[in-house]
């Protein structure tokens, strides 16, 4: 966990994006589009794109951590950058970073940043399909997507922040919690999202790989949306959620594969399908959540990591990222965040906190003692801007707790109008913050991918529960 930053001005408006670069914005011209080569007026440079997207990355690196592992980040560079290579490319140094996420999901940021999660990759099989999902969004960004969303804003006179152009693609990665504050977001249209598919599978064929494999992820993301549907009836609230239907861009892919396979294939033909050497690259992966970095588990959200835990309020929604914790009522017009400080007294963070949001205090800073740890709690307002022209009055009821060398920021905030509805919710879930000492929670650890051959037919419950020695660990799928 790291610093907190006027994190409930950071958390709702997602404003990265410094003064100075959107005011540098004034002007715009007619330009080509790398990718299409077409001429469009564009209010947005690529060297603006290239600061956008480094200001923006290392918000995303910081709130969702990069999976600890060299060999697949080196992987899914050295496959990214093959495949870049292979893109029309106005000046973009392209990087590419593996999430440590169990959402099936990948994104991009203007200015040449990629990113897949670990949850993505345990539903790829193999190399050629990695290639399409990763020309895709190299796709985003050499037709300059973003560039575009926000020029036709501008232009629509809708007056949106390039922030909000950066985070469109970020927003339904974040998870469930709906503040109910959300600011005016722009979005990637279905035609931009047809135009990098298109811009995938040619990418990735010129660069040797069988892009029809592409097809065969959007069908295996078809049969995950169905299956959570059945479950739960929601929907994937990831890549599906701004995407065109996988089912439709199954028929798609296939249909641009064979063209540009006829058109494009190098003399060596196309390849990357071969499933072993890919399964290999995945063994010991970790799946799904990984609890050692956080789980709820019988109302309380533990940190074996960390050894704490604090209550969430019954009902409630919680999304856990790398340095922040949120939780909100299915209602949405309130929430509530957990980070960390390191450094400094609880008195010191509280002060900090007032100076750095402009907050206006409500009830002064008290000295009080939680399970045995020394804290501070005070109760703030700030007049919010709303993204329209316009200001949310918030009430924000804050803890900081002192636990080993860290501070534990806990905030919590509603419109001023609704904050006695919830004020209670807050004092309980943050005043029920104690050290973790359960041995089995200390003790949990993640699911992680072990690849095997199957060495023979039979039913798939029957092969995970075999021995090790008879089920061939150590060996790869076919």
Excluded at 161 to 166: E, K, Q, Y
Excluded at 187 to 211: C, H, I, M, P, Q
């Amino acid at each position: 966990m790291g610093t907190v930053m006027s994190r409930v001005r950071a958390v709702i408006g997602m404003r990265v994006i410094s003064l100075a670069l959107v005011a540098s914005v004034a002007v715009g011209g007619c330009v080509t589009n790398p990718a299409t080569g077409k001429k469009e007026f564009s209010l947005m440079s690529v060297q603006q794109e290239i600061e956008l997207g480094a200001q923006a990355d290392a918000q995303i690196v910081a709130e969702f951590g990069l999976y600890n592992d060299p060999a697949i980040a080196g992987y899914v560079t050295g496959l990214g950058a093959r495949v870049a290579a292979k893109a029309e490319n106005p000046g973009y140094a392209f990087t590419f970073r593996v999430l440590d996420s169990p959402v099936i999901n990948a994104f991009a940021l203007p200015g040449g940043y990629v990113y897949v999660t670990r949850g993505l990759l345990a539903h790829l099989d193999n190399d050629a399909q990695l290639a399409v999902v990763l020309g895709h969004e190299v796709g985003h960004i050499t037709a300059r997507h973003s560039a575009r969303a926000y020029t036709s804003a501008q232009l629509a006179n809708i007056g949106v922040g390039l922030g909000s152009v950066l985070f469109e693609e970020v927003r339904p990665f974040l998870g469930a919690v709906q503040t109910g504050l959300q600011l005016l977001f722009l979005k990637f249209s279905r035609a931009n999202e047809t135009e990098s598919d298109d811009l995938g599978v040619k990418y990735a064929t010129r660069a040797g790989f069988d892009a029809k494999e592409g097809a065969e992820f959007f069908r295996s993301l078809e049969r995950i949306q169905t299956e959570a549907e059945m479950k739960n009836g929601g929907k994937l609230p990831s890549w599906a959620s701004t995407h065109p239907d996988p089912g439709d861009r199954e028929v798609t892919v296939t249909q641009l594969a064979a063209t540009y396979a006829a058109q494009l294939a190098p003399t060596g033909g196309l390849g990357g399908v071969n499933p072993a050497e890919y399964n290999a690259r995945l063994e010991n992966l970790v799946y799904g959540p990984d609890p050692r970095q956080g789980f709820v588990e019988s109302g309380y959200f533990n940190h074996p990591q960390l050894r704490f835990r604090f209550a969430v309020p019954q009902g409630w929604g919680l999304a856990n990222f790398a340095t922040l914790v949120q939780f909100a009522p299915e209602a949405g017009d309130a929430a509530a965040e957990m980070s960390t400080v390191s450094g400094g007294t609880p008195s010191q963070v509280a002060s900090s906190f007032v100076s750095q949001t402009g907050a206006t205090i409500v009830t002064p800073a008290q000295s009080l003692s939680v399970n045995g740890h020394s804290a501070v709690r005070m109760i703030t307002s700030l007049q919010m801007d709303n993204g329209q022209g316009g200001v949310i009055p918030l009430t924000i009821m804050s803890y900081f707790i002192q636990k080993d060398n860290l501070v534990y920021v806990f905030h919590g905030y509603s419109a001023s109008a609704n904050f006695a509805r919830y004020q209670s919710a807050f004092e309980t879930s943050f005043g029920s913050f104690a050290t973790l000492t359960d041995a089995g929670a200390l003790a949990v650890q993640p699911y992680r991918l072990d690849v095997f051959n199957a060495p023979r037919a039979a039913p798939f419950n029957q092969l995970v529960t075999a021995p090790a020695a008879k089920r061939g660990v150590g060996a790869v799928t076919s």
